[in-house]
């Protein structure tokens, strides 16, 4: 997450900023070592970049602009092949401990702008509104398994430390590691190689801005390397916050302006003065450094708890269940989450803990965490082999963390988890240990443990016949229907438009020459509601020893969100199945026989239903 303004300070700093070239720096770094060039990529800051900030960036509105994000990535990733640069991509896998106040403050912080953009929808302000960069949580999620069809190395964290001190001892450890590719300041306090901004990258020239730490340091801030870690802690950064550094930095100034390069100024005399080094093992300089910040002795170890984030030759092993499973189980679930094949389920089993970002929601529905939870419980109950006992089910207990508003007026506070129990599956004969289905079962055994956990109408032959860009679309779709004890979720022109989008088959050209859709509250809260409908459905085939590829979760196979706002336009105006479908015939066709699939033994299968009050030509004969 890094440190507050330190970027804009190493800019102006002459020598510590310079544009380089990816190539040059990385052959260079070839024929000194040997080794076949690697550029180590911080994935979760790399990827909201590429969608929403690059050159020819993609609209964050619309939900997933899919297809073309996928295209776009193949391409970036053919530029550094054909130069012969291996990329490696590693992503946060777990929150760390320390940093979990940080990470709920800021998920919270973000409800102010997620109003603001629908206050912006309801003003008909649409550039404003399609220029907006609120980037779908969904979107890492998705990425690693674009990556990995890619053919690229990606890996996610499996430690109880911070995804950039992982990212940094990998780069230390692997001697093929030329430079790191990040926009993230703390990378600048690491002891690690050299760091590649990801905000200049210029992907055509493979050109962008290398980071000089030692210059950084002694030219600008005449410090020594060694003390950066001390400078970040008392800037403020995850650990030591700002607001609990506000009087002293107010102290540190004394009226001076402009305010922060005062600060800057009199924190780097200080630190020169008092000779502060940094070291965090040092008790008499953390209770000095304490008390001359915070005015006491007691928060010494909060001082030592921020140096210690910036080690980065960590020997923290990897997280442990915390409940007895088999150790071939135990073994598969770690190497899955390690190599991004497991997503959901490695924190659940390690530290029972589910958490989901802030998402494109005004309220005014039912929240997509809320739609989903069933569907999560019932997986915790199969994990944790406690779906059928009562008194099991209220022995375990799961830690969600998940943004959302609870009414018109609150959101939901992240920093207080909610205590969810498992639910039992709805045949209770069917006990069985996860270690079990995952290796002792039938593929159709597997298939109808995911189709109980998602307790759907479909039924479970023709879930299993599914093809693969419509076995996804279908558990969701027939869940917002029908999946819930509730009314459906979805109104039967919404699900038309649903399935005419998946119908259509475009390609990223053909997405790209939409002319920009109309952006709707509405719609945006269907296409958010959807897209996270895709991690509970990756969830259940995980717990379930994946009876299907992930590769069927994958959403461009099967939704684009501007496609779908451009339909969902179209069908208010002209609800007809050949609006839209384009008045195409093999669309048409598609839709046709999508449409009785993801409806089936739902109020709106058209066997029960009166399609033709909703659409003006349907005619499914």
Known sequence: MGVKGLLSLIQKCPGACELVSIEEIANDHKQRSGCHPVLAVDGSNFIPWFYAYR?????????????????????????????????????????CEEKLTEWAKRRMDKYEEIASIFN?????????????????????????????????????????????????????????????LSNDSDFIILDTKPVLSTNDLQIGQLETFKYDKYCFAERSLELSPNQLPLFACLMGNDYVSFENLKRFHQRLVKGERPFNVAKVKNLCKLITRKKWTGDFKNKR??????????????????????????????????????????????????????????????????????????????????????????????????????????????????????????????????????????????????IIRVEDLWFNCTERRRFEFFWNILQIPMQCDLLMTLVEDQLALSCILNYLIGGRKSDPLLEPLDVAVFVAQAAWKPSSNDIKQLENPQVLASAVNLSTLFINGIEPVLMALETCGFPSP????????????????????????????????????????????????????????????????ILKDFDLE
């Not at 992930?550 to 339909?567: M, N």
Request: hydrophobic share 35%; aromatic share 12%.
């Open 550 to 613: 992930y590769k069927y979760a994958l959403p461009w196979q099967f939704f684009d969100g501007k496609l779908f706002h451009f339909l969902y336009n179209e069908a208010k105006r002209h609800p007809r199945v050949r609006v839209l479908c384009n008045n195409q015939e093999e669309i048409i066709e598609r839709f046709y026989q999508l449409l009785p699939v993801v409806t089936n033994g739902t109020r709106y299968d058209p066997s029960r239903f009166e399609w033709s009050k």
């Open 285 to 430: 300089e953390l209770s000095s450094i304490s008390c001359e910040v915070f005015g006491n002795e007691n928060e010494s170890d909060l001082i030592k708890s921020g140096l210690e984030s910036y080690i980065v030759d960590n020997v923290a092993i990897p997280l442990k269940f915390c409940m007895k499973m088999r150790p071939d189980f135990e073994k598969a679930v770690h190497d899955r989450h390690f190599n991004c094949s497991n997503v959901c389920i490695y924190n659940l089993l390690c530290k029972k803990e589910y958490g989901s970002s802030e998402v494109l929601e005004n309220g005014s529905k039912r929240p997509s965490a809320l739609v989903y939870r069933e569907i999560r419980q019932r997986c915790y109950g199969l994990l944790f082999n406690c779906f059928v006992e009562p008194n099991d089910e209220k022995s375990i207990v799961i830690e969600e963390r998940c943004w959302y508003k609870k009414n018109q007026n609150e959101d939901n506070n992240l920093k207080e988890p909610e205590k969810i129990s498992p639910l039992p599956l709805r045949d209770a004969s069917e």
């Open 120 to 180: 912006d929808i309801s003003q008909n302000r649409q550039e404003k509104v399609r220029s907006n960069k609120h980037v779908s949580p969904a979107l890492k999620l998705l990425a690693k398994f674009a990556l990995k069809k890619l053919g690229i190395e990606v890996y996610q964290t499996d430690k109880q430390v911070d995804a950039d001190n992982y990212i940094a001892d990998y780069a230390n450890k692997n001697e093929e590691v030329f430079a790191i």
């Open 55 to 95: 050159k020819d960036c993609l609209e964050c509105i619309y939900g997933g602009q899919w297809i073309q994000f996928k295209e776009a990535l193949e391409s970036f990733v053919l530029t550094f092949k054909n130069k012969g640069i291996r990329l490696v991509f590693i992503f946060d896998g777990t929150i």
